[in-house]
T-cell receptor, first 115, second 115 residues
């Protein structure tokens, strides 16, 4: 498809479990972002990749959260020992170029529910 | 200092009316101010954006007004239509020095346009 693709669209897990969320950006987009959106709130920045490297991970809330982008395309957000407070929609976005400040193209998100 | 404050939280407008959403920021290094529109179950999508070298930008029925000295900007939707019913987010970024394109989002405004 032409847009940012995120899988799964919905994930229900139990407290303490490990979760992986996948993002497939628009082809050719070098910049990739993860955001977290809690109910009734705006997206909150988590991490930014330029190519394969995490250029800014200042938004990751703690060391249970980790993200990779090994080949500079698909990215995976990994959450260890999930807590109920991790329940949110995790949004991925990509943009065309290095350091580009312009349109971020968002996926539809992965809704994570931690029971 | 990284916050973007948005108001109102919700807004109801009659069809044909003007919808106005306001945002304020503190970080004077912000130099890019987009508005995103989000429909339920979808990711945010860029609506319109402005840079601080202009005080107003208009695209169709959507206008951004920007007041640099007051550190405020607003979205005006003219001739509001039921199809405009969505959640609107203002955002800001500091492209000049950080060069990451990372956006800081406001809390969102849920707009309902009544037929």
């Amino acid at each position: 498809g032409a847009g940012v693709s995120q899988t799964p669209s919905n994930k229900v897990t139990e407290k303490g479990k490990y979760v992986e969320l996948r993002c497939d950006p628009i082809s050719g987009h070098t910049a990739l972002y993860w955001y977290r959106q809690s109910l009734g709130q705006g997206p909150e920045f988590l991490i930014y990749f330029q190519g394969t490297g995490a250029a800014d991970d200042s938004g990751l809330p703690n060391d249970r959260f980790f993200a990779v982008r090994p080949e500079g395309s698909v990215s995976t957000l990994k959450i260890q020992r999930t807590e109920r407070g991790d329940s949110a929609v995790y949004l991925c976005a990509s943009s065309p170029a290095s350091g580009y400040t312009g349109e971020l193209f968002f996926g539809e998100g992965s809704r994570l529910t931690v029971l | 200092q990284q916050q973007v404050k948005q108001s109102p939280q919700s807004l109801i407008v009659q069809k044909g009316g003007i919808s106005i959403i306001n945002c304020a920021y503190e970080n004077t290094a912000f130099d890019y101010f987009p508005w995103y529109q989000q429909f339920p179950g979808k990711g945010p999508a860029l609506l319109i954006a402005i840079r601080p070298d202009v005080s107003e930008k208009k695209e169709g029925r959507f206008t951004i007004s920007f007041n640099k000295s007051a550190k405020q900007f607003s979205l005006h939707i003219m001739d509001s239509q039921p199809g405009d019913s969505a959640t609107y987010f203002c955002a800001a970024s500091n492209a000049g020095s950080s060069n990451t394109g990372k956006l800081i989002f406001g809390q969102g405004t849920t707009l309902q346009v009544k037929p």
